[in-house]
């Protein structure tokens, strides 16, 4: 079994930018801690972080045919980008939408997401944690529907 994780724009700086919103951890943090699980599950976790819409668009077609499942923090993205929703249902690769802060608490431009009507779940509000509690639910689906 083989994963993604997508993180987008402004993402490379998590544990200085607005830490009462996305906490204290660093990106790199947590791709170490997710990177750990997934080996203990017997799972390669693959990480990929940035700021350019092209760049994600094109790891999520590099993906195609390699990977099994994505985790995606599109950031800003979410919102806005049509690009990133058709390379991913392009790719045809079930993936999990997530977010660090609820953002269903927040502005009403984040209420809107271009990726969670063909997700297989969302995850939004638990921090860091986020990331570990779409891990498992992706693998969770992945396993479910494998047998
Ligand atoms: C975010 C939420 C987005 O609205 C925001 O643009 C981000 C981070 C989150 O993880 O909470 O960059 O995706």
Aim: glycine share 10%; charged share 20%.
């Amino acid at each position: 079994m083989r994963l993604l994780l997508l993180n987008g724009p402004n993402l490379n700086l998590l544990g200085q930018r607005e830490p009462g919103l996305y906490g204290h951890h660093t990106l790199k943090e947590i791709e170490r801690e997710l990177c750990a699980r997934a080996t203990e599950a017997g799972v390669q976790l693959d990480c990929f972080q940035s700021n350019f819409e092209g760049a994600l668009v094109e790891r999520v077609h590099q993906a195609m045919g390699e990977v099994n499942g994505i985790l995606v923090n599109a950031g800003a993205f979410t919102h806005t980008s049509i690009a990133l929703r058709d390379a991913l249902l392009g790719v045809a690769i079930p993936y999990v939408e997530l977010h660090l802060s609820n953002t269903h608490a927040r502005e009403a431009f984040r209420h809107q997401s271009f990726l969670a009507d063909r997700a297989v779940g969302v995850v939004s509000g638990f921090g860091a944690f986020s990331y570990d509690l779409a891990f498992d639910g992706l693998l969770n689906h992945l396993r479910r529907t494998a047998a």
